[in-house]
């Protein structure tokens, strides 16, 4: 699928299935866990974990919490579902 003014080709994205969809919607992350340390003269210089949330359309409702699930691009759907359920790669414990 194209997107953005440039017409790139948006990217696959695999992620972790986290829940909270309403409906045919399903909500994953991206990637699982990513950690960061802040910078030497921060006032905290503990390590920090952040994700980045994606809606995705799932016809079928198979995924379920703590699958990991591959996603492509598709046509917007709503204000924030860009991406698709395609497969889900392996199921959560």
Known sequence: M?????????????GRE???????ASVCVWPPQRLTRPPL?????????????YQAHDAEGKASLGDIV?????RPMSKTK????????????
């Open 82 to 93: 860009r991406f698709a359920v395609a497969e889900i790669v392996k199921k959560g414990d």
């Open 2 to 14: 194209v997107c953005g003014l440039w017409g790139r080709k948006a990217p696959t994205l695999w």
């Open 41 to 53: 003269a921060s006032p905290s210089p503990h390590t920090i974990s952040s994700t980045t949330r």
């Open 70 to 74: 591959r996603l492509d691009p598709i």
């Open 18 to 24: 986290a829940g909270g969809g309403v409906g045919e």
